[in-house]
């Protein structure tokens, strides 16, 4: 049987109070009383309630001094004890080298090399570690946005698929819209198509024809600059509805396949790490 809050001479208690602040949004918690109607220094806590509660500002709380003076009781949140381990605080793999204090240099650390994917002989960069890291995510946008925050852009072109996870946070941060290139059979409305050659193929792209009125300035994203085919294929698609180009931006550019040679009569190129 749990006790009623008590004042130390008897009779119900009184007073706001309020949960203490946590890490997350939401939390469960266990509502604990504190009863000092024992004698001076003896206290008892009795779980009287669990339930989810979102964390409040402490400052609409009566001062703990306050309510000791006039015999108050404390209620407080005390975390129930789990066997589920605490939510992570850190999502990226620990990081050793000495120079993580340079921007470039931590960005570099969460790309990950998979060799023979998608084919045997390509060495594929994998920056889902990057993107699943909150201060590596957010460090990547603002380094590929920068140079072209007074560009005036209308509109950031981002190529299928990968081109869409940094397109449209650019496109955000520049106030500009978002105009998807996808490939075949994946837009509902007329059309115009490019077929092109891929670092490990041949495909195609597509983008709606009403998407980019004459004049638009535009930037054109993706999150890698190999042999520039991709790129290419979607320049060439936004000069035929004759929008203009400000700029080319991507997370990665591979110098030894040299795909800045083939886009870089269509814009200047900003490419965030280099390898």
Not at 65 to 76: D, S
Not at 140 to 164: H, Q, T, W, Y
Not at 203 to 216: L, V, Y
Request: aromatic residues 6%; hydrophobic residues 40%.
């Amino acid at each position: 049987m749990v006790d009623s809050p008590t004042r130390a001479g008897g009779g119900q208690s009184e007073g706001v109070c309020a949960p203490h602040g946590s890490k997350l949004p939401f939390v469960s918690h266990s509502l604990v009383c504190r009863s000092s109607a024992r004698a001076p220094g003896q206290f008892s806590d009795h779980v009287i309630a669990t339930q989810a509660v979102a964390p409040m500002p402490t400052h609409i709380n009566a001062s703990r001094a306050m309510r000791k003076q006039r015999g108050m009781v404390e209620v407080y949140h005390k975390p129930l004890r789990s066997s589920v381990p605490p939510w992570p605080s850190v999502f990226h793999p620990p990081l050793h080298s000495p120079h993580m204090d340079q921007p470039i240099a931590r960005l570099k650390a969460l790309i990950r090399d998979v060799p023979d994917f998608p084919k045997p002989g390509i060495l594929f960069k994998d920056f889902t570690p990057l993107i699943r890291d909150p201060a590596g995510l957010a460090l990547a946008v603002e380094l590929m946005v920068n140079p072209f925050r007074d560009k005036n852009v209308n509109l950031v072109i981002g190529a299928e698929s990968r081109g869409f996870i940094f397109g449209m946070a650019m496109a955000q941060a520049l106030s500009a819209g978002f105009v998807p290139v996808r490939k075949p059979g994946k837009l509902p409305w007329k059309k115009a198509s490019i077929s092109y050659e891929l670092e490990y193929g041949k495909d195609t792209m597509e983008i709606h024809s009403d998407a980019i009125e004459p004049g638009q300035r535009v930037l054109l994203v993706d999150d890698l600059l190999a042999t520039g085919g991709t790129m290419q294929a979607c320049c060439k698609l936004v000069q035929g509805m004759r929008a203009e180009i400000v700029g080319i931006a991507v997370l990665i550019e591979l110098d030894v396949l040299k795909g800045r040679d083939i886009v870089k009569s269509y814009g200047p190129i900003h490419s965030v790490l280099r390898f």
